[in-house]
């Protein structure tokens, strides 16, 4: 894809950075809130399509980074979650061993967490994860499309003039 | 003869399913509501989640949200897969 014109471009600097702060958003406050890991997490992974669309594939190929997004947010993502479900195995599996019921306060380290113990969290950590798998999926896919054409030309295929 | 083994088949099928739906509610007054009065009750008082869908996803429900993590993670494996770079090489 080519970039597209200046209009655009300078429209994806503004608010591009306002999706990822919005999917933040969503995913931290997924435990009081509408929405929650997954949602947030798509969210986050539309900042990618933004830069894509409004750059072009060269530009965004060379600054993504993929092992980010496979070791850092995939895996991260998906052993928190696992390794938080496994943690209350004392009482049952995925037992919220870090709620403070409605009324009364909770003391020591566990006050750095939210009340609602491993709901939040485990929010956050679905959240991590599903960045990761969406961005993934859009870089390999706009990688994969030149394999399908037989003699790619020099130029890049594109929409815009 | 394998038409007809099909056929009975499926008639015996389709009336078992018609039998089934027989019972069923009507549509927007669901029967018995045990299980979401004690969601609706509970969620805020000792999870202290204010948001139940969450609750549900994360906490009462969690085996369930192992189940999409892993369905996310296959997509990814098997796109990865389909469109890695040096495919027809081998």
Partial sequence: ?161 | MKKTIFIVAAIILGALVCGALDNIHTFGEPGKTPMDDYFLANSLKTLSTENVVTSIVFDYRGFDTIGEAAVLFTAVCSIGAIFREGRGKH
């Fill in chain 1, 1 to 161: 894809m080519r970039p597209l014109s200046v209009v655009v471009r300078t429209g994806c600097d503004f608010f591009a950075w306002f999706m990822i702060v919005f999917g933040v958003n969503i995913v931290l406050h997924g435990y009081m809130t509408p929405g929650g890991g997954f949602q947030g997490g798509a969210i986050i992974a539309t900042f990618l399509v933004f830069l894509l669309v409004a750059y072009g594939g060269k530009k965004v190929l060379s600054w993504a980074n993929e092992t980010i997004y496979e070791i850092l947010f995939e895996e991260l993502g998906l052993l928190c979650f696992f390794i938080l479900a496994f943690l209350g195995l004392n009482n049952s599996f995925f037992y919220n061993f870090l709620a403070v019921p409605l009324g009364t306060v909770s003391s020591g380290i566990l006050s750095i967490f939210p009340s609602s113990g491993t709901t939040a969290l485990m929010s956050v950590a679905v959240g991590i994860e599903v960045t990761g798998a969406l961005s993934l999926v859009i870089l390999t896919m706009f990688k994969g499309i030149r394999l399908f054409i037989q003699n790619p030309p020099e130029e890049e295929l594109g929409h815009d003039r």
